[in-house]
């Protein structure tokens, strides 16, 4: 196995994984708080890093069917959130691209 190179990311306000501290998201990055995952809160992100993503799969959310990969700590492997692929109904195509972040499974670091 090789050496694993982390990107860390700049500004006072971070998101990191709650188990191995890997730089996660920036709060500048956050583009809705208005969300609900399978632990509690999650935010919408429009990019993440340090993630490695699973298998493409379909999944009812609360919003309708959505083709998702979850995404995973690409340094410790926990579970953090999903990426959304696509998005059926036209109203929820804002999401494709875009991250979920289980802020349970996330600490912040510079508040």
Known sequence: MGLLFLESLPGPKIYKC???KAHSASH???MSK????????AYL??????????PIE???LSTGL???????CCSCQQL????YEKAYEEN????EGKYILEITRTVKEGW
Do not use: M, T
């Open 66 to 72: 959505h083709i998702v990969n979850d995404i995973y």
């Open 28 to 30: 500048d990055a956050i």
């Open 92 to 95: 929820q195509k804002y999401k």
């Open 18 to 20: 709650s188990r191995c």
């Open 58 to 60: 379909e999944r009812q």
């Open 80 to 83: 953090l959130g999903w990426r």
């Open 45 to 54: 992100f429009k990019s993440v890093v340090n993630i490695c993503l699973g």
């Open 34 to 41: 208005d969300f609900h995952g399978s632990y509690g809160p």
